[in-house]
C-alpha cells in the first residue's frame, strides 16, 4: 500500500550536478525582482506552486558551491550544453 501525499515526510529528488546547476539558474533567474523572467501569473494555479518553487531554490542554495565560483556563468554554460541534447521541444509541452 502506497501512502499519500499528505501522509508522507519528506521525498527526494536526485539530481546531478548538471541539473543542479542549471535549475539553480532558472529558478533564481525566476525569483530576480528585477528582471521579467519570471513566468506570468496566469502559470500558477496556485501560489503554493511559488512556495514549493521557492522552497526549493533555497534547498539548492544551502548545497551548491558553485554559485559562488568565479567561472560559474562558464559552468552554467557548460551544464546547459550537456543537458540540451536530452529535450528538443521549445517549451515544456513540446
Not at 512556495?51 to 531554490?57: D, E, K, R
Not at 548545497?63 to 562558464?74: G, S, V
Request: hydrophobic share 40%; with cysteine; glycine share 6%.
Amino acid at each position: 500500500m502506497t501512502e499519500s501525499p499528505e501522509t508522507q515526510d519528506t521525498v527526494e529528488i536526485g539530481l546531478d550536478a548538471n541539473e543542479a546547476v542549471v535549475l539553480f539558474e532558472l529558478l533564481s533567474r525566476w525569483c530576480d525582482p528585477k528582471t521579467d523572467a519570471t513566468p506570468a501569473g496566469t502559470c500558477f494555479q496556485s501560489t503554493a506552486e511559488c512556495a514549493v518553487l521557492l522552497g526549493l531554490l533555497g534547498h539548492l542554495e544551502k548545497q551548491l558551491a558553485t554559485p559562488f565560483k568565479p567561472d560559474y556563468r562558464e559552468i552554467v554554460a557548460q551544464a546547459r550544453q550537456r543537458l540540451e541534447p536530452l529535450w528538443d521541444g521549445a517549451t515544456l509541452n513540446g
